[in-house]
């Protein structure tokens, strides 16, 4: 019976590594995103007419 909960707590440990690493990845990926749309805003700040 011990053995079962462990193996079941060393799968719920795998996939929570796997989950964060996969969440850091796209957060990173998404900040990476915003400063290059940013920086092409302000590059182009001047050809925006209102």
């Given amino acids: 019976m011990e053995e079962k909960i462990y193996k079941t707590m060393k799968n719920a440990g795998a ?21 290059i749309a940013g920086a092409k805003l302000l590059a182009r700040k001047s050809e925006i007419l209102f």
């Fill in 15 to 35: 996939t929570n590594i796997i989950v964060g690493i996969a969440s850091i990845i796209a957060g990173v990926a998404t900040g990476v995103m915003l400063i």
